[in-house]
C-alpha cells in the first residue's frame, strides 16, 4: 500500500497528491510516469511525476479529472492509500543524460499548458538545480485554473504567464506569447519543451518548426494502461510505429502525426472505435488492457 501523505485542491477538478513511495523516489527522473491503481479490480492511471523528493521518499502526483476513476481518486484524503503504484516507468527526459557543460550552452525553452504545468515543472526544477535557467510560458484557459505558478517562478530563468481570456497577466494562448518572444523581443531559443494537450502541442510545433527550434513533446495524454498492452498510445513519429508509454513519452515534435493521434485518441474511446481501429491495425491496437470486450 501507498500512503497519501497530502491531498490538496489545486484548483477546479485539479488535484495534487504526495504520495509515499521510496523505491520510485530512489531512481525517477523527469520525463518518468507512474500508474496508480486505488483497488485490486480499479483502473490503471498513468501520470506523469510532478516532482519527487529523494530524502523523504516521496512522489507528487497532479490530476484532473476526467472520468470515474479520476473522480474515485480526487475523493481520496490524507492517510488513505493506493493499492498499488509502479513506477518509474518510460523514458527520462533527454536532457537528463547530456553532458552538462553542454545543456549550459543551451537555451531552453518551456511551454506548459494547463494541467500539463505538473510534468514540466520537474524538468525546470532539475534545469535549476544544475545551474541551468530555462525560461517557461504558462498557460492556461483562465486565472482560476493556473496552477504551480509559485513553484515555477522559484526555479524558472523566466516565467512569462498568459490566461487565453485575459483575466490574468497577458491574453492570448501560449503560441501568442512564443512569437511575441521570438518575433519582438529578440529571444532564441535551442530547445523547445511543449506539454499539455494534445492541440497545443501540434500548434507549439508547427510553430517552432517555422521558428527552426527543435522540439520535445510529452504525449502522455493518449496513454490508457500505461503497460504497453492496450496500444492506445500508438502514434506515428516520423516513418515509424511508436508507443508513447514504452518509447515515449516524449518525442520530436516536428514528427509526431498529430492529426492521427488525435483520431485515434477519439476513436479508442467507444467499443466501435476500438473494433475499427483492430480490424485496420490488427493485435497491435491492443493486447490485454482490460478495457475492451
Ligand atoms: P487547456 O485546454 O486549458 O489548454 C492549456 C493551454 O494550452 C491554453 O491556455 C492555451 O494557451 C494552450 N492551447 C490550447 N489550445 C491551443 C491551440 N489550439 N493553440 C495554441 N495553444 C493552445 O488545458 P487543460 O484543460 O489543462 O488540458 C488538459 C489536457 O492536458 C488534457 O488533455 C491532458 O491529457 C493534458 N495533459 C498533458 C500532459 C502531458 O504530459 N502532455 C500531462 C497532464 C495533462
Ligand atoms: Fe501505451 Fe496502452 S498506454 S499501450
Known sequence: ?????????????????????KRIAKSCQ????????????????????????REAGTITIVFQIVGASTEKMAALQEGDSFRDFTGPLGQASEFVHEDLEILKKKKMLFVAGGVGTAPVYPQVKWLHQHGIAADVI?????????????????????????????????????????????????KKYDVCVAIGPMIMMKFVSLLTKELQIPTVVSLNPIMVDGTGMCGACRVTVGNEVKFACVDGPEFDGHLVNFDEAMKRQQMYKTAEGRAVLKLREGDTHHGGCGQCE
Open 1 to 21: 500500500m501507498y500512503k497519501i501523505l497530502k491531498a490538496e485542491k489545486l484548483a477546479d477538478k485539479i488535484f495534487l497528491m504526495d504520495v509515499e513511495a
Open 138 to 186: 504558462m498557460g492556461s484557459k483562465t486565472k482560476d485554473l493556473l496552477i504551480l505558478e509559485k513553484e515555477m517562478k522559484e526555479v524558472a530563468g523566466n516565467l512569462y504567464v498568459t490566461t487565453d481570456d485575459g483575466s490574468y497577466e497577458r491574453k492570448g494562448m501560449v503560441t501568442e506569447v512564443m512569437k511575441d518572444l521570438v518575433n519582438n523581443q529578440g
Open 30 to 53: 523527469p520525463g518518468q510516469f507512474i500508474i496508480a491503481k486505488m483497488d485490486d479490480k480499479g483502473e490503471r492511471i498513468p501520470l506523469t511525476i510532478c516532482d519527487y523528493n
